[in-house]
C-alpha cells in the first residue's frame, strides 16, 4: 500500500512539474520551445525574393535562385528581455552606383583621316545612404500566430554624386569637342566633370505594428508596416566644370544647394515589408 501511495505521489509531484515547466510556454512534442523566450536573439531577412522564387515555381517565368541585397541591405536584429518585451535594431546599406556609355566619333583620329574612328564618353552616377534605427517591440498573440508593436527612432545619412569622362579633349585645335550631352552636362562650351551633392543628415521616429507566424521552432514569417515623421537637412554641394579660354582649359569648383542653403525638411514616412525571422 505504501508502495502505491509513493508512486501515486510522484506521479502527480512530476504532473505538477510538468505544468509548471509548460505554464504559458508553446512546445513541440519533443519539449522544444517555438516562441522566443527571454534572452533570445532574433535576425531577420528580407522574404521577398523567397516568396518570389516559391511563386515562379507554379508559371512559366524563368527562376533563379533568390538573392538578397541588389544594391540595399538591411540587418535586422533584437533581444528578448522577456517573452513579450524585446528591444530591436538595424542597419540599412544603400548603394547604388550605375554607368551610361555613349559611342561618338574620335575627333582626332577623324582629323588625321580616319571617317570611321570612334571613342566615347561616359556617366557614372553613385550614392550612398546608412541608416541606424532602434526601437522596444512588445508582442502579444495565440499560439503560433503573433502580433508585435512599438516604435523606434533611427538616424541616416546620405551623399551622392555624379561623374562625367570625356573621349575628346580640350585644345588649341579642338575647342569645340565632339560631346555627348546626357543631362545638361554640356553646355556653351562648356561640360560638368563632376558634381557631389550636399552630405544629407536625418533622422525619423515611426510606430510598427506586425504580425509572425511560426511555422517551425524559432521559425517564422512575419510582415511589418511602420509610419512615421521624419527630417532631412542637405548641406551645399560642389559642382566642377571645365572649358576651353584662350589658350587653355580652366576648371570651374562652385558650390551648390540642394535644399535652398540646407533648410531642413519633414515629410510622413511609410514602410512596409514581409520578413523570414530566426531566434537562438
Request: no cysteine; charged share 15%.
Given at each position: ?22 505554464d ?5 512534442k ?28 507554379f ?44 559611342t ?38 495565440y ?59 536625418g ?9 509572425e ?13 511602420s ?8 548641406g ?35 514602410q512596409?515589408?514581409?520578413f ?5
Amino acid at each position: 500500500m505504501k508502495k502505491i501511495i509513493f508512486a501515486a505521489a510522484m506521479v502527480v509531484a512530476g504532473s505538477i512539474a510538468f505544468a509548471q515547466k509548460n505554464d504559458g510556454a508553446l512546445l513541440t512534442k519533443n519539449g522544444h520551445a517555438i516562441l522566443p523566450e527571454a534572452g533570445d536573439y532574433g535576425l531577420s531577412v528580407d522574404a521577398s525574393p523567397i516568396l518570389k522564387y516559391m511563386g515562379n515555381m507554379f508559371n512559366t517565368s524563368t527562376n533563379n535562385a533568390p538573392t538578397f541585397g541588389s544594391g540595399s541591405y538591411t540587418i535586422r536584429g533584437k533581444y528578448f528581455l522577456s517573452e513579450k518585451i524585446a528591444i530591436r535594431a538595424s542597419l540599412v546599406l544603400n548603394l547604388a552606383s550605375s554607368t551610361q556609355k555613349y559611342t561618338i566619333g574620335d575627333d582626332a583620329a577623324i582629323t588625321a583621316g580616319d571617317a570611321n574612328a570612334r571613342t566615347f564618353d561616359s556617366y557614372t552616377q553613385s550614392g550612398t545612404n546608412i541608416g541606424l534605427n532602434f526601437g522596444y517591440e512588445f508582442r502579444r498573440g495565440y499560439r503560433r500566430l503573433q502580433g508585435f508593436y512599438g516604435a523606434e527612432i533611427g538616424i541616416a545619412i546620405s551623399s551622392g554624386k555624379d561623374a562625367y569622362k570625356y573621349g575628346n579633349s580640350f585644345s588649341s585645335t579642338n575647342t569645340n569637342p565632339t560631346t555627348h550631352n546626357f543631362n545638361g552636362n554640356y553646355y556653351g562650351g562648356t561640360r560638368t566633370l563632376k558634381s557631389t551633392n550636399g552630405v544629407g543628415f536625418g533622422g525619423v521616429v515611426s510606430g510598427f505594428v506586425g504580425v509572425e507566424y511560426f511555422f517551425a521552432p524559432k521559425m517564422s514569417f512575419g510582415g511589418e508596416l511602420s509610419l512615421g515623421l521624419s527630417a532631412e537637412t542637405v548641406g551645399a554641394g560642389k559642382t566642377t566644370t571645365e572649358k576651353w579660354d584662350n589658350s587653355s582649359v580652366v576648371e570651374t569648383t562652385l558650390k551648390s544647394y540642394n535644399k535652398a542653403g540646407g533648410d531642413i525638411s519633414f515629410a510622413v514616412a511609410p514602410q512596409g515589408g514581409i520578413f523570414l525571422n530566426f531566434y537562438f
